[in-house]
């Protein structure tokens, strides 16, 4: 059998023309952001993209098709339904098999892309360890999928809400390279900058480009996850957030709150104790790294041809 799987009109065209294409996920359009702002978000992130010099490829699954690039109206529809899947690499599968409907996070994104020749994804910020995880053991699968595929993601870092040295440790651990884009330090998604130190640092879209096209060549599996701090004028600092991130903790945890429900419940509470400031942040760093994410898909077709 062959896995059903379509491309929306304009990734058709950049396939036939060889030209770059950027992978987006869906599950910040389906649980990360309210409706109609992930709609609004999803489609500003998509022009970014195509302002960038590439085609953007948002990634679902829509009644047990994979589709690689969303039409407007699929794009439209998926924002406003209810209970759409959130997938990932456990769920991807199952979904397709008995025809369903679902949002692929970043780890479901990356196979995909990875199924569909796409070498480079954005995103907000990726999942992680998080707090408690010790007993919890809570720990995101999108960790295990940059270990394993080849895609390179552009995040703003892991969002604050998780544990960020035991996130950042892990991907050591899995051999995945975690670079920061422009600064010495890693940004922490709505703030510029943290007091963890970047392992790797790169200036440029093209080096980004090389090091996974080494990383192909010498074998080496997996991905990069690359860490592009928020525009300066859209940053939320650290302390601001701190109290805030607490108190959704803190309720998350008074209300059971477990697994896959974790995340889009935190997003959420944080969006309402800052009043809406975290999804100005939010989107405004998403649409940053759309950019870098097309930059970089350039220049790795420039490399590969
Ligand atoms: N970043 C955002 N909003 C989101 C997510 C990331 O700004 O909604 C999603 C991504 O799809 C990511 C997922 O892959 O959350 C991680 O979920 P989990 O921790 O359950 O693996
Ligand atoms: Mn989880």
């Known amino acids: 059998m062959t896995i059903p799987m379509t491309f929306s009109a304009e990734v058709q065209a950049a396939r036939d023309a060889g030209t770059a294409i950027v992978a987006l996920e869906s599950t910040i359009i389906t649980h990360g952001m309210p409706f109609p702002q992930n709609v609004e978000t999803a489609r500003l992130v998509e022009q970014d993209v195509r302002d960038a010099g590439a085609t953007p490829a948002t990634i679902a699954v829509i009644d047990g098709t994979l589709h690689i690039g969303l039409e407007a109206d699929e794009l439209d529809a998926l924002g406003q339904a209810e209970h759409v899947a959130k997938l990932s690499r456990a769920d ?89 884009f422009g600064q010495d330090c890693l940004p922490a998604f709505w703030s510029r900058t943290s007091d963890m130190p970047a392992p790797l640092r790169m200036d440029t ?41 607490e108190k959704a903790l803190a309720e998350a945890a008074a209300q059971g709150i477990s697994a896959k429900a974790v995340t889009p419940f935190l997003l959420d509470r944080i969006l309402t104790l800052t009043e809406g400031r975290s999804l100005t942040a939010n989107v405004a760093l998403v649409r940053n790294n759309a950019r870098l994410a097309a930059a970089i898909a350039r220049e790795l077709g420039g490399i590969a041809g």
Do not use: W
């Open 92 to 180: 991807i599968a199952a979904c397709i098999a008995i025809g369903g409907t679902g949002a692929t996070t970043v780890a479901a994104t990356m196979i995909a892309a990875h199924l569909a020749g796409i070498a480079v994804s954005a995103t907000g910020g990726i999942g992680g360890v998080h707090r408690g995880a010790e007993t919890t053991f809570d720990i995101s699968a999108d960790l295990h999928e940059l270990a394993q595929t080849p895609v390179t993601v552009v995040a703003a870092g892991a969002k604050a809400i998780l544990e960020l040295n035991k996130t950042y440790e892990v991907l050591e651990t899995l051999g995945v390279p975690v670079i920061a």
């Open 205 to 245: 879209a093209r080096d980004i480009a090389t090091a996974q096209i080494v990383r192909n060549v010498m074998g080496l599996p997996g991905g990069q996850l690359v860490c592009n701090p928020i525009p300066a004028a859209d940053e939320i600092p650290a302390a601001d957030l701190a109290p805030i991130i």
